[in-house]
């Protein structure tokens, strides 16, 4: 055998040794794989993880999916499903998540047991409401100087306003006196029932008319519970402010979650000028109802 051929041979023999060592690292047949719905959402909605793992037959295995990750919770799970024949066996599994913090998050890599194999991480962007396409960034403009008021114009809105106080306050008296002396004082309705009996009067918006005070009605109406059953100043509080209240209140997450929904449907029609269609109305409105349920079912267990 010639120098030539004892070279190619030899290149050939290291070639199968090093293919054969690589091929001994991984089991043979056996990988993980995650995938998901979707890498961008709002506060509390959810985000469907689908693990799916192949390995032999015989050697079974499963990565171990714990009940919270950094920054995410797991909200529910499916049953494994598989799928086998004489040379695979396939097991997937559902998780459903969400998260209510902002930010860009890594939902990391989940090992196999006993294995070197992992599946891979994935960045999800958890935000509020989406910045619409024809939204620009402007730039800051000049100081426009303001004319000067005349002091007489400050006195005369000073005058009106102490005047219409006034008003208000003899006839809130002369209300106040009439009910004493009629013997039926004011109906006072507790949280719950008084929600429920203004969420029950609220009308629906018709095909035509303007669907935002409708909306705007029925954010009133449970921010107005949350006010009178807890005391907090929600005319002050951003969704993101209630979302982070209310994770306090209701531990369970697909009852966070559909809060949460409710919210930010509220806020997409009421700033983003979105419109659900009017099929929704009434489902907005069972929404509503809902989580006036949840948080009550909540408070009365506390």
Known sequence: MNKPMRRALLYMTLMTLAASAGAQSVPNGLSADISADRQAILIGEPIR???TVRSTPGNPLFVHIPDSLPHFEVVTRSKIDTVSDKFMIQLQQVVTVTSFDSGHWVIPAFELPGTDVVTDSLGVDVGFLPMKAQDQIRD????????????WIWISASVLVLGALIFLLIRALRSKKSAVEGGEPAETLPPYEEAIRNLDALALPDASADIKPFYTALDGVLKRYLFREYGWNTSQFTTSDLLGRLSERVSDGRERSAIAETLHLEDAVKFAKYFPGNELHKQSREQVRKALDILH?????S
């Open 49 to 51: 993880l689908t693990f």
């Open 297 to 301: 079912k909540t408070e009365k267990a």
């Open 140 to 151: 800051i403009k000049d100081i426009v100087q303001v004319p000067a008021i005349l002091p």
